[in-house]
């Protein structure tokens, strides 16, 4: 049985968190902590936990956390993980940070889009847990950098393509589309129900925080530095991200591209939370929303390639990949508690 904690639990990722945990048959949650409603029942600040659970929903104390937990997942804002994670790696816990605060690598991107980085000496010893491409870094991390949900559907999109040398990496144009939790459990004039219901906008465009993180990881798997363009537009839903991106084929690629669709399956073949649609078929929100789903969508358009992926941000996007990753890190099936 592993002994888990959440710090974050009030946010909508940490009701997400603790909802799977709780029917999650290895898992003991034995913490769980928010800066906002610390000393009440969980269940009175999240009422949908109503007759689930009576745990006491702590204020954050890392000397508490660390001395119930085995496991630690931070479901904070942006730069406040870097406050817990070295304090919980020293106390010899694994954590699962749900920022992006251990996501990217060159700090000097990391303070241009977020602010300046107080524990750079555990950002090299992170993994970017997407499980698809680095299951078996994931399986000895300690710390674990949770993907972005943008990031999670635009890097499943593109990694077939990419990897196998099919793609320009150089043309990658990924237009997404979020609903209004992707922005977190905030008060901000730009998510209230009036500003977006019956509305439809693209915001940050090409300057999103998101970008260097997908472009890191197309980097990777490209073999040299690329940067992507992308541009997110905001939909007046509650959940879902819908991603369709546009890439060029490469000059060497014909032999390898005749059966894109075959090449997605076989790309993904082994893996327990791909779904690729068969030819002409692409993925709707509906198809993923409430589970820890990423479905895929192929175009082959003689020169170039649309790919459509589709996921539900808080689930596959953040806490259900979180717990997807925990389960690989204990060898437990990968499965567990995300059907």
Known sequence: MINVGVVGATGYVG??????LLRHPGVKLTNISSRTSGGQKYSDSAPWFKGKTDIICE???????????DLVFLALPHTASMDFVPELLKKGKRVIDLSADYRIKDLKIYEKFYAGHKDKSSVKDSVYGLPEIYRAKIKGAKLIANPGCYPTASILACAPLVALGVADPASIIIDAKSGVSGAGKKVAEAMLFPEV?????????????????????????AGKRIAVTFVPHLLPLNRGILATVYI?????????????LQLYKRFYKNEPFIRIKEEGSFPRLKDVAYTNFCDIGIEDCAESVIVIAAI????????????????????????????
């Open 312 to 339: 539900d941000n808080l689930l596959k996007g953040a806490a259900g990949q979180a717990v997807q990753n925990m389960n690989i890190m204990y060898g437990l099936p990968e499965k567990t508690a995300l059907l």
């Open 248 to 260: 060029k084929k490469s000059q060497k690629s014909k032999d390898k591209s005749k059966n894109l």
């Open 15 to 20: 009701e997400e968190l603790v909802a799977i």
């Open 59 to 69: 204020s954050p104390d890392i000397n508490k956390i660390a001395a119930k937990s």
């Open 197 to 221: 219901n019956e509305d439809f906008r693209a915001y940050k465009v090409n300057k999103h925080q998101h970008a260097p993180e997908i472009s890191q990881e197309i980097s990777k798997l």
